[in-house]
């Protein structure tokens, strides 16, 4: 079993700045790719990035491609979200995953999920 749990998130205005974390426990992760997504309101959960633990390139959907970074930190057991440039359309409840093996951008692929965020951007 793996547990994620999620922090960071907030209100902030268009045009900040907010940092999430996902510190993970359970196993050995070295062997994981972990996620984040996002739901808002009245939407399915939509893909935002990826990162192998083991290392690699990150993988960012084209919506926050340029704006949001992916980043580990192995000693910790901990994945970052640093998400600048925000927008109102980036308001939703974020969430950390995990799955065995590489990257995939569906959620449906990913084993074990975090409680989720909140994150609002006001205008």
């Known amino acids: 079993q793996v547990q994620l749990v999620e922090s960071g998130g907030g209100l902030v205005q268009a045009g900040g700045s907010l940092r999430l974390s996902c510190a993970a426990s359970?196993?050995?992760?070295?062997?994981?790719?972990m996620g984040w997504f996002r739901q808002a309101p009245g939407k399915e959960r939509e893909f935002i990035a990826a990162i192998q633990w083991s290392g690699g390139s990150p993988l960012y959907a084209d919506s926050v491609k340029g704006r949001f970074t992916i980043s580990r930190d192995n000693a910790k057991n901990t994945v970052y979200l640093q998400m600048n440039s925000l927008k109102p359309e980036d308001t939703a409840v974020y969430y950390c995953a995990a799955r065995p093996w590489g990257i995939n951008v569906r959620a449906a692929a990913y084993d074990y999920w975090g409680q989720g965020t909140q994150v609002t951007v006001s205008s």
């Open positions: 359970g196993r050995t992760l070295s062997s994981y790719a």
